[in-house]
């Protein structure tokens, strides 16, 4: 009798602790792009929605699945909406304009994106129902 494999859905101790490490990342991306945006318009915008999507998508591939595109998206989205409140004293990492408008949407329209389009190769592999 052979031990049983892990549960479909829930990932192992090797994904859960990639994906730690994406959440970081994630919101070091999140606040390095909110910084690099406004700094440098708008070839830093680009810049912070190119390096957006480069750890959605890598962190999704690094752990064949969608959790660790799940836990970077989690990590910048918190990191922006944390910088994008402003502080009693009227201080805030983003100005008002354009610049950080398109960045806040744009990088939640490249997590839905990268979710909804890229799928990691461990799920094209399983068999599925055809003809329905």
Not at 10 to 25: D, F, I, N, Q, T
Not at 75 to 86: E, K, R
């Amino acid at each position: 009798m052979s031990a049983p494999g892990p549960v479909a859905g829930r990932p192992g101790p090797g994904v859960l602790a990639g994906c730690a490490g994406l959440l970081v990342l994630g919101a070091a991306v999140g606040v390095a792009g909110a910084l690099v945006q406004g700094g440098l318009f708008p070839g830093g915008l680009l810049l912070a929605l190119a390096a957006t999507a480069a750890v959605f998508l890598g962190g999704q591939r690094a752990t064949g699945s969608q959790w660790g595109l799940g836990a970077a998206v989690l990590g910048w989205l918190a990191s922006v909406v944390l910088l994008s409140t402003g502080r009693p004293e009227g201080d805030g990492a983003f100005a008002a304009g354009i610049g950080p408008l398109v960045y806040l949407l744009g990088g939640m329209v490249i997590a839905v994106i990268c979710a909804t389009v890229a799928r990691p190769a461990a799920s094209a592999a399983r068999p599925g129902i055809r003809g329905r």
